[in-house]
Each structure stands twice: as C-alpha cells, then as structure tokens.
C-alpha cells in the first residue's frame, strides 16, 4: 500500500539517482547536449509540494506536473487538476508517510509520472485522487460530482486493487482483480504502475524482507504487465530497482562496469553515430540520431550473453524520422553505406509487437569488430515505444472536442465497456481468467501467459486473424478460434499441408482447422503436453476434471485391434500385418512397371520406390540396391537425401513412352455411413481401376484410407484427384509418402 512508503530522500538500498549518475557516463557530455534524453521519471522538487492553494489558482505544488502536462497536451484544461489537488490535499491533511512527510506527496509523485509520460487529464485527475477513497472520508459519489463518471471509474478502478492484500495466499486473487479492472480500462494499470513505481523508488525504510517480497511480486506480474501495456519506461525502471533489491551484488559489478566504461578514452557509439548523421545528412533525410544507454538490467543481460563488454555494448543508437517510409529509407542507406549484421534486422513496424511496438531493428559492424545496434522509427513510434497505452490519450473521448472528463464511457454489448486501446493478449486473458476453475491454475497460468514475449499472428482461411504466443501450437489455435467446441478438432491445415495439432505454427502461417462432426468430441489429455496458451489449457483441464475417465486417445492413437488366435503376441501381430502390407504394396507397384522407366544401366531390372510412388511427369532419380535392381524415386522424396548421405550414386533414370500409370493415394476423412462406397464410384467415375484398397479403423472420428489405382495416363491424377476431394467428408487427398526405406 502506497502509505508504507518513505521518503523519497532517504537513503535505503534502491538508490535511484545513484542509478541515474552511474548510467550517465555512458553518454560522452557533448553528445548528451545536443541528444533528446529518455523519459525522465525521477525529475520530483520536494520544495514546491506543497503551498496555498489559491481559489482559481494552480497551487504552487502542482507546477511542476503542469508543466510536464503542458509538454504533451497544451491546449489541455487544467481546472480539473487544481480542483483534484485542493481536494486531495484536504482530505490527505493531517496524514504522514512513514518517513512523516506529508502523504499528499506521494499522489503528487504518481502524478507527475504519468504526466511525463504523456496522460491526459482525466487519467491525471484520478492519479490524484487515487488513494481518497480509500485512505479519506471522501466517497465516490463526491468524486463522480465534481469530475464526472469517467474519474470516478479510474479511482473505483485502483482502489479495489489497493484493498487487496499481496500475501502469497492472497496474488492469485489480486492479479485476477487487477486483469478485470485493466480490461475494464487500461488506464487503471496505468495508474497502479506509477503507484507501483513510486512506492519502489522509496523503498528503503522498509524490512529487508518486505522488499524482498515486494520486489518479486514487480518481478513476477507488475513488470511482465508493463511489458504487455507497452510502457517501457516504467518497465525498464522497475527492472533496475528490483534489480538492485534481490540481486545487490550483481547490480554493484554491473553499476562499476558501467562506470568504468566512462572513463574510458573515445566512445565508438558517438563515432558511429556521427557516421550515421553524415551518411543521412548526404542521403537528404532528415532524421534525429541519439545515444541510448542501456539500463542496469540490460548490460547486465548482455554481460551474460556477450561475456567481456566493449564499449558499443553499452548503449544503442536511436534515429528518429517524420514518416513510416523514411524507417526503410534510413534502413537502406545504412545497409548500402555501413557494413549490417543481417542477422540482427527485424522488422516491428510491418508486424508490431502485441504491446504497439513498433520499430527496425539493425545492427552495424565497426572496423575495430565492435558491434552497434540501431533503432529506428519515427517520433509518433517512439512516444508509443515510450509510453505504450498510456500515449494513445482517452480511449473514450468522443470525436468532439468536449472535455475528456465529461466522456461518457462506451458500452459493449454485454455491458462490458468497449476499449479501443485493449491489446488483444488482454481480450483473451479476461476470457479465461473466467474460466480457470480455481486460482492456483489462474495463478501458474497466468505467470506462464506473462513469461511469453513475443506474439505471433497466424491467418485462417476466411481472411481473419489470430493472435498466438510464440511457440503455439494448433491446440492452441483451435481453442483460440472455437473455444471449448475446439474439443472436436481432429486435425488442421496449415499452409494448406496437413498437420498435426502438435504442429508449432509460425508468424505469417495459414491454419485451417478440421472439426469432427460428433457432438459428444473429446479432447486428449495429450493436448496439454501441446497447449502454450491459457484459454486451451483451462479449457482442456476442465473436461478432464468433469470426465476422469476420459482422454484417454492421443491424435496419433489408433483404434484397438482384436486379439489374434494364433498364440502370437499384439506387437508381433501388427508387425506381421504390416510387413503383409507393405509387401503386397511393393508387389502391386512393382509388376509389370519396368518398361515404364528407361534407366542408364543396361539390363537392370527397375523398381518404383514405395516410398513416394512415382508416376509421370513427377522429376525422378534413381539408386541401385541389392541384387542390381535400381529403385526410382521422386527427387524430393526424403529417401533421395539419405542414400546419398550413405555415399550411394545416383544412377540416371527417365520417363519411357508408356502412358498408364500405377499411383498410391492416401485420403484422409471424417467417418460417415457410405462413405468408402461414394469414395469409390468417385474413383471409377474418372476411369481408374483399384489394384488394392487399406481402409485403416478410424481414429478420433478420422479414417485413413490407401489406394494402389491404375490410371490410362499421367494426365489423369490431378483430376483423380479432385474428384476424391468433392465426396463429403473427405479433408485431403495426397500420394503416399512413406518415411521407411523401399527395398
């Protein structure tokens, strides 16, 4: 609770303007006059607090968030401010801080975080007010009077968050409250950072042990929600200051690394980035170029990564440009100019990140080998990168120019208040949160959810979208997509190849995902072993918690075979079908095909391989095995790249004259009556005769059947093919490829 924290003065083990004076260094001085410096968070005067508070007037302790206020909004009606402090004010009189410093102070401080950080009014006006109901006999209905319903909201917002207590028994309910509340509106969280961030920076009168505790739970949720809300400046101050609480030894040798590196003669940062305005200067773009130095956490991150630290290691370089299309023209003439690490570009303006990220990542190489990463977006991405949610203003002012504070909020349909701002990551967190049927797997799922840094956006066949963590996986699509009907997912598409629901997707991937038609579907309890993503997880937890028996069935599983009554085992009953199988396979492909294929060894006898059944136009190479007979495969078959690792030559082979053709066509489908009978006439309709027919037991309501078919010529399959396709029910027709070798 923000009234447990001490003076801002005293000295405790967070020390943030010793953190501030070691990173400085980092920057050579004539550089940091003529550079825009990183949101500035600690800039707070104790001697303009607190003053008379003049009717009409801005009271002298406010002036200095005016003028952070001013900065980014200059036309903004400050009334509601002075109104909000002369209330604050009153009502906190009389209250002291552990440290006996007046407590309005710490709202005053709150405030002037968010004001530097680009807030608008309304946010400001409730920054203040935060801490009156709940610490004052001020109600919130006194507060909804004089500064309307949407100030009302925000200060209701924080202060269930504040009357929760943050013992370990006790997180997994709180941070369920906070996610209501930000999803609510994300201005909530906005305030409860700077909350958060203030009461950390004037941590040290407090028991080493409640730091500790304290700091790991910013560690654990507060800071991994900054990320998520895209507002990295506080995210990276938090992380310094936990930092320096449970990691003081590594925080002292990463501080004296930093100012070692200061007093080291030259600064190949400001080098390059000379080399980089002459570069953009000869370019005619018109571009800011700045020195970033790095926070604690991250040398100390790239001290682990790297080892021995030089000194571009210690910074960044930040260009900054008007228009999305200078970033690419900044881009190219660095890549043409300067020698880039390729390895190191990515691309966050075309994909944003899922927190509104949005930047080009590069690197270049210096003669000497050092490396220099360099950041470039434009000035409208950098006060986003900056501030994340907080820069994008009132998320339910309307289109008018009426007072921010006098904006009625948005309903949806169900009552819940619409938020343009809200990230998608929180759309599907207030879905499961819901969801999770007790707080321990709210808890664990949570911190999960919030390790995941990088979103990846994957496109279903009707055009839309979905959001996924790096590493989902089509579990996860599938639940992301149908929710709890995800269930009778038996399969999926993706970039039009089948796949299993295992199958990790990747950013830009193409995922179409095949239902079941049974109602009664269920899940395996082999998905969890696959599901990344709260909303599959939960949603598959909860059947197995309501069906214990079931679940039992894996996507790879297969039904149960009957007992053999021939004394053999199971294993060695399958085997034999198998091998029966796979023989009769090879017979049926091999007779009567050699005067198919020409080969350049005379008198060798020829074998299409299995493995990949070859057939004309397909390009085919050949091997020769045991016995002198030269299998033929498909060049892309796997097989081809595996006898060539044994040192096997490849032998010459071509297509003779023969038109028929021998083909095995592998079909996948739901189960349904009749449906190997309309399989069937559809094979016979385009003129194909069956040599041999599998149809293997369904498994998950899918059934695998294999086709051995005769056709009068090559240009006969595609349209097979097709044909196969149409019967309903059927999900994909491909040739048979076999992972096992083929002689």
Not at 397 to 411: E, F, K
Not at 547 to 572: C, I, K, Q, V
Request: charged residues 25%.
């Amino acid at each position: 609770m923000s009234a447990e924290a001490t003076n801002p003065a005293t000295p405790g083990p967070v020390a943030p303007a010793a953190s501030a004076a070691a990173t400085a260094p980092a920057v050579p001085r004539a550089d940091r006059r003529k550079s825009r410096p990183r949101i500035d968070l600690r800039r707070l005067g104790r001697a303009a607090l607190l003053g008379p508070a003049v009717r009409g007037k801005l009271p002298d302790a406010i002036s200095h968030v005016v003028e952070a206020h001013r900065a980014h909004h200059p036309d903004a009606d400050l009334d509601p401010l002075r109104r909000a402090y002369v209330l604050a004010e009153s009502s906190h009189r009389g209250q002291m801080r552990k440290s006996g410093e007046p407590y309005i102070t710490h709202p005053l401080a709150v405030t002037l975080i968010l004001a530097e950080l680009g807030a608008e009014t309304t946010t400001l006006t409730a920054s203040l007010l935060h801490d009156t109901v709940e610490d004052t006999d001020v109600t919130l209905d006194q507060v909804r009077e004089q500064f309307g319903e949407e100030v009302r909201y925000l200060v209701d917002g924080v202060t269930k968050l504040e009357k929760v207590d943050y013992g370990a028994a006790a997180e997994p309910e709180t941070f369920r409250k906070m996610l209501v509340a930000t999803g609510s509106d994300v201005r909530v969280m906005s305030i409860k950072l700077a909350d958060r961030l203030h009461n950390m920076r004037t941590l040290g009168v407090m028991r080493p042990e409640k730091q500790a505790r304290i700091a790991k739970v910013t560690r654990d949720v507060l800071i991994p929600l900054a990320e998520r809300l895209g507002v990295q400046a506080l995210k990276t101050e938090l992380e310094d200051l936990v930092f320096a609480i449970l990691h003081p030894e590594e925080y002292e040798h990463t501080r004296e690394l930093i100012a070692e590196n200061a007093t080291r003669p030259g600064d190949p940062l400001a080098e390059v980035a000379d080399e980089v305005r002459a570069v953009l200067r000869e370019a005619g773009i018109q571009a800011e170029v700045l020195i970033r130095p790095r926070h604690f956490v991250s040398v100390h991150r790239v001290s682990r990564k790297r080892g021995q630290l030089r000194g571009a290691d210690f910074g960044r370089l930040l260009v900054l440009v008007s228009e999305d299309a200078d970033c690419y023209g900044v881009l190219g003439e660095l890549h043409t100019c300067m020698t880039p690490v390729v390895s190191e570009f990515k691309d966050f303006i075309a994909v944003p990140k899922f927190n509104l990220y949005q930047s080009l990542h590069t690197a270049v190489a210096c003669p000497d080998g050092q490396v220099v990463e360099v950041l470039i977006r434009t000035h409208q991405m950098h006060k986003v990168a900056e501030a994340g949610v907080v820069a994008l203003g009132n998320p339910y002012a309307p289109a008018s120019d009426a007072p921010a504070s006098d904006a009625p909020a948005s309903d949806g349909a169900d009552g819940e208040r619409v938020d343009p701002t809200r990230p998608g990551w929180l759309s599907r967190l207030l879905d499961w949160q819901q969801a999770a049927p007790d707080p321990d797997t709210f808890w664990s799922t949570l911190r999960e959810d919030l390790a995941q840094d990088r979103e990846i956006t994957v496109f279903r066949p009707d055009g839309g979208t979905l959001g996924l963590p790096e590493g989902a996986t089509c579990v996860d699509a599938a639940y992301a997509q149908y929710g709890e009907d995800a269930h009778a997912c038996i399969g999926a598409r993706v970039n039009g190849r089948l796949a299993t629901l295992s199958t990790v997707l990747k950013d830009g991937d193409t995922v179409q995902l095949l239902m079941g038609q049974d109602p009664a579907s269920e899940p395996s309890r082999e998905w969890l072993e696959h599901a990344h993503t709260p909303a599959a997880r939960i949603a598959i937890q909860r059947w197995l918690a309501t069906h214990p028996g079931g679940g039992a069935g894996t996507e790879e599983a297969t039904a149960p075979r009957p007992e053999p009554t021939d004394g053999t085992s199971p294993a060695e009953n399958t085997a034999r079908e198998n091998a029966a199988r796979d023989s009769a396979a090879r017979e049926s492909t091999d007779r009567s095909r050699g005067a198919d294929v020409l080969v350049d060894r005379p008198g060798a006898a020829v074998r299409l391989a299995g493995c990949c059944t070859p057939v004309p136009p397909d390009e085919i190479t050949g091997f020769a095995v045991r016995g002198g007979v030269v299998t033929v495969h498909r060049v892309e078959c796997a097989m081809v790249a595996h006898m060539k690792s044994r040192g096997r030559a490849e032998i010459g082979v071509r297509w003779g004259d023969t038109t028929e053709i021998r083909v095995t066509l592998v079909a996948e489908s739901f189960g349904r009556p009749h449906l190997l009978a309309d399989l069937t006439e559809a094979i016979s309709s385009t003129g194909a005769d069956i040599v041999s027919a599998t149809v293997e037991p369904p498994t998950q309501q899918r059934v695998r059947h294999t086709y051995t078919l005769q056709l009068p010529d090559a240009a006969h399959l595609q349209a097979l093919m097709r044909a196969m396709r149409d019967v309903p029910g059927v999900y994909d027709v491909a040739r048979a490829q076999h992972q096992g070798p083929a002689f």
